[in-house]
């Protein structure tokens, strides 16, 4: 079945910019989502990008789609100690019913 | 590693009738777990936050009274709509909280009320 990669931890300075990497399986997804989910809090949507983009910009994240590999990436800029969360990546929109499928998810930290 | 099984994957029921589905950590004690639901090419939406042996917390605009959250185990949750009606079917997913903090999602169910 689909199949979805994260790394489980990043650990960054507060000012350095985070990268999030992911990869996924399912070549069919045509929206691939970017969540954020902090301590005791349900899943909170980041930003998303379609599967005919390659890149998509939203203040201070940034989203890299690179279809053939099927690699997708979330840039935080100027990470601060409030990103300090769960990133789940989410690649949906595929098959007959678009459901999405979760990896494990990425712990950043983000180190004063 | 932390492993959540949702059952059942896939359920079709008739429009009035109640279908349950259950959420269990198999391998860790889940504090908190939430459910979610995704209708067809949309993203997910919260609906509650279920801690062990206390009432879920529902968001707002989801009938508690139509979708009953039962967390009766520090490993299972069950969420059961009540008199399904066809604007019920939906992609329904679990997640489960571990004692370290991090989430692990089940594989979702399908429910289609004819």
């Keep these: ?112 | 590693g932390a492993v959540v099984s949702q059952h059942p994957s896939r359920v079709i029921c008739k429009s009035g009738t109640s279908v349950k589905i259950e959420c269990r950590s198999l391998d860790f004690q889940a504090t908190t777990m939430f459910w979610y639901r995704q209708f067809p090419k949309q993203s997910l939406m919260l609906m509650a936050t279920s801690n062990e042996g206390s009432k879920a917390t529902y968001e707002q605009g989801v009938e508690k009274d139509k979708f009953l959250i039962n967390h009766a185990s520090l490993t299972l949750s069950t969420l059961t709509v009540t008199s399904a009606h066809p604007e019920d079917s939906s992609f329904y997913i679990c997640s489960a909280q571990g004692p370290r903090g991090g989430y692990t999602f089940g594989s979702g169910t399908r429910l289609t009320v004819v």
């Design chain 1, 1 to 112: 079945g689909e199949d979805v990669e994260q790394s489980l931890f990043l650990s960054v300075r507060e000012g350095d910019s985070s990268v999030i990497n992911c990869t996924y399986t399912d070549s069919s997804s045509t929206y691939l989502y970017w969540y954020k989910q902090e301590p005791g809090a349900g899943l909170q949507l980041l930003t998303y990008i379609f599967s005919n983009m390659d890149m998509k910009q939203d203040q201070r994240l940034t989203v890299l789609l690179n279809k053939k590999d099927k690699h997708l990436s979330l840039r935080i800029a100027d990470t601060q100690t409030g990103d300090s969360a769960i990133y789940f990546c989410a690649p949906g929109g595929g098959g007959s019913q678009g459901n999405l499928i979760f990896g494990k998810g990425t712990k950043l930290s983000v180190k004063p």
